[in-house]
């Protein structure tokens, strides 16, 4: 339901905020068409042989008897044709009934690939890379898991220089980590001249704190945009890899409980537990820290959770990248250097 709306194309410009409350909204201007959609497929009604005058859309909430939780969506749309003073009128219209293929609807030349949803304006560009990637490599491999996997590889390759600065940057902050110790102990009590002196010691060991952290910030925006790709994009739809999982824009469910756990829900899914088991793995190899033991654990177990109702596409990338990148720390990166233990002696005061 979160994907089902109405859209209107006016002087080129999209309109997709139109609210279910039952009131008539009407859009005016040059109007180039106007929809309806639900997740993978639109009904658009477009002008021919002249812009439309106005757009309206109404749009409504509808019960459910069987579900008391949830509600449908209903849009009317109509289109309001300038009168041109004649007698006899005839406008000539093209109606479109059909799935949101991107390859379909932009070949239509008239923007209905603008009521497709690709994320944010700093998303979008991932999305539609992503989609496109996908397609090319289907042409010539036929299982959408399999195209998956050489995707995995060919980003690991692509963010390899990324990470590999990430782990030396990692290694480099646990190797500093005993004067970081010795630094806290001196100036404990005098936050700004820790502050200065950890500033100064970064500085002397040309090390980067922020490092180990830049490569995750870079994919954000790729893993997001594979998140809208996986849930939303009707290429794959019913698409299915092996045994268990049929369909990669769907969580890959084996079993559905009689009640619903807190943050997991009530089904469960076997990439996610997969993909927090090789997280934890990854998690223990980078971070040495006594201090930051929790941490190991946290980010696991959180992922697990908040995954485990996401495509089951995106979840098996996410396991494929972290066993690529337990390869990649394991054997090509050289081995995680432990901090040395340093007697630290108390300055009395």
Same mark, same amino acid.
């Given at each position: 339901?979160?994907?089902?709306?109405?859209?209107?194309?006016?002087?080129?410009?999209?309109?997709? /905020?139109?609210?279910?409350? =039952?009131?008539?909204?009407?859009?005016?201007?040059?109007?180039?068409?106007?929809?309806?959609?639900?997740?993978?497929?639109?009904?658009?009604?477009?002008?021919?042989?002249? #812009?439309?005058?106005?757009?309206?859309?109404?749009?409504?909430?509808?019960?459910? *008897?069987?579900?008391?939780?949830?509600? &449908?969506?209903?849009?009317?749309?109509? &289109?309001?044709?300038?009168? &041109?003073?004649?007698?006899?009128?005839?406008?000539?219209?093209?109606?479109?009934?059909? *799935?949101?293929?991107?390859?379909?609807?932009?070949?239509? =030349?008239?923007?209905?690939?603008?009521?497709?949803?690709?994320?944010?304006?700093?998303?979008?560009?991932?999305?539609?890379?992503?989609?496109?990637?996908?397609? #090319?490599?289907?042409?010539?491999?036929?299982?959408?898991?399999?195209?998956?996997?050489?995707?995995?590889?060919?980003?690991?390759?692509?963010?390899?220089?990324?990470?590999?600065?990430?782990?030396?940057?990692?290694?480099?902050?646990?190797?500093?980590?005993?004067?970081?110790?010795?630094?806290?102990?001196?100036?404990?009590?005098?936050?700004?001249?820790?502050?200065?002196?950890?500033? #100064?010691?970064?500085?002397?060991?040309?090390?980067? *704190?922020?490092?180990?952290?830049?490569?995750?910030?870079?994919?954000?925006?790729? &893993?997001?945009?594979?998140?809208?790709?996986?849930?939303?994009?009707?290429?794959?739809?019913?698409?299915?890899?092996?045994?268990?999982?049929?369909?990669?824009?769907?969580?890959?469910?084996?079993?559905?409980?009689?009640?619903?756990?807190?943050?997991?829900?009530?089904?469960?899914?076997?990439?996610?537990?997969?993909?927090?088991?090789?997280?934890?793995?990854?998690? #223990?190899?980078?971070?040495?820290?006594?201090?930051?033991?929790?941490?190991?654990?946290?980010?696991?177990?959180?992922?697990?959770?908040?995954?485990?109702?996401?495509?089951? =596409?995106?979840?098996?990338?996410?396991?494929?990248?972290?066993?690529?990148?337990?390869?990649?720390?394991?054997?090509?990166?050289?081995?995680?250097?432990?901090?040395?233990?340093?007697?630290?002696?108390?300055? /009395?005061?």
């Amino acid at each position: 339901m979160y994907y089902t709306k109405a859209a209107v194309l006016a002087s080129g410009e999209i309109s997709k /905020k139109f609210k279910t409350d =039952g009131k008539l909204r009407v859009e005016t201007g040059d109007i180039d068409w106007v929809a309806a959609r639900t997740k993978y497929f639109a009904l658009v009604m477009v002008p021919k042989d002249h #812009k439309g005058l106005s757009a309206q859309v109404v749009g409504r909430e509808i019960a459910v *008897p069987y579900d008391k939780k949830n509600k &449908l969506k209903k849009y009317s749309i109509g &289109l309001a044709m300038p009168y &041109l003073g004649n007698k006899l009128t005839q406008d000539t219209f093209m109606i479109y009934f059909g *799935p949101l293929d991107l390859g379909i609807v932009k070949s239509y =030349g008239i923007g209905l690939d603008k009521m497709m949803d690709f994320g944010f304006s700093v998303i979008q560009p991932f999305s539609k890379a992503i989609l496109w990637s996908f397609i #090319k490599l289907h042409t010539f491999i036929p299982n959408y898991g399999l195209v998956l996997i050489i995707f995995s590889i060919l980003i690991k390759l692509l963010v390899y220089p990324l990470t590999h600065k990430s782990f030396q940057s990692m290694k480099r902050m646990q190797e500093l980590q005993p004067k970081l110790s010795a630094l806290k102990e001196k100036y404990g009590k005098d936050a700004q001249r820790l502050n200065k002196e950890t500033m #100064k010691l970064y500085k002397e060991e040309k090390v980067n *704190p922020m490092g180990s952290c830049l490569p995750t910030v870079l994919q954000m925006p790729l &893993l997001w945009g594979l998140f809208i790709v996986f849930r939303s994009t009707i290429e794959l739809r019913g698409q299915g890899f092996i045994w268990w999982i049929k369909d990669l824009s769907m969580p890959d469910t084996v079993a559905t409980l009689p009640f619903s756990i807190p943050f997991y829900g009530d089904t469960v899914n076997i990439l996610p537990l997969f993909m927090g088991i090789t997280m934890l793995i990854q998690q #223990k190899m980078s971070i040495t820290d006594p201090k930051q033991k929790a941490m190991v654990y946290f980010m696991p177990i959180f992922l697990t959770l908040l995954f485990n109702s996401f495509p089951s =596409g995106l979840n098996l990338y996410y396991a494929l990248f972290n066993i690529l990148s337990i390869i990649q720390q394991k054997y090509l990166s050289g081995p995680t250097m432990q901090p040395a233990t340093v007697a630290v002696k108390k300055v /009395k005061k």
